[in-house]
């Protein structure tokens, strides 16, 4: 399975490094032919720069450079694009803060045996979240109740963002129609894949807080998050179609 990983980047100088090098050393010991794709918005960090460095010794690290912060969603389709325009089988999402342990990426990869899109889940038995304030817990815990009720997908943690994607979900959910960004994109991507009838696998992770760099969660992502799973309640179905023909195949191979 050759794996893109794909980060995005706004500002995350003092990570992204360590990131590079967990992921390519977990890929090593793990026999994993994952290539990085780092999507930087242009951060006046230099995170960009860093990125470049970085891809200039290793050839299995790529960047690409967008002129402007334009969100998480953005930079992961434009991300996707570019992997799929190559033969890439499967897609990972990550962030580059370290809140993801690269060495995890295996075990999610693992998981794509018998799932199309795996989900590193904080809200499964055996993951759980370190370092976050109660308050935060409490709004993304009830925030994911709040979308299991509108929208009757039974994911536990469908706002996380460490996930791995079998290439032929992506090329049949219509990414160029995915408007949204931060939660709601990695909501609107899930509530998509189920939909559509793909099996979906929830594997426990321990998220940890990030420790340096700024946060870019904002109250309006939030906002956008409640308001788009409050539409795509009373406008979709609540249930998934019969079970995906290629998923099945894909259970299969
Ligand atoms: N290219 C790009 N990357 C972004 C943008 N916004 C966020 N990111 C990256 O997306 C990942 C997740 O963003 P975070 O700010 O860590 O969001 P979070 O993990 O939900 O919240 P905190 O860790 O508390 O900040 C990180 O790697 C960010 O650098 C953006 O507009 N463009
Ligand atoms: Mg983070």
Redesign the pocket.
Known sequence: MRTLVV????N?ASTLPRVAERLLGAAEASDHEITLLV???NSPDGTGDIADAIAAHDERVHVLH?PA????GA?YRAGFAWGLRREFDVFCEM???L?HDPADVPRLLAALAGADLVIGSRYVPGGGVVDWPWHRLALSKGGNRYVRAMTGMPVEDATA?FRAFRRHVLEELELDTVRSDGYSFQLEMALRTWRLGFRIMEVPITFV??SEGV???SRAIVVEALWRVFQWGIQGPRRAQPVHARSVAALQR
């Open positions: 980060v995005p980047t706004y995350e999507v930087d918005d967008r912060k334009g969100g998480l930079a962030d580059a803060d809140s963002g807080e990030r946060s870019k969660i």
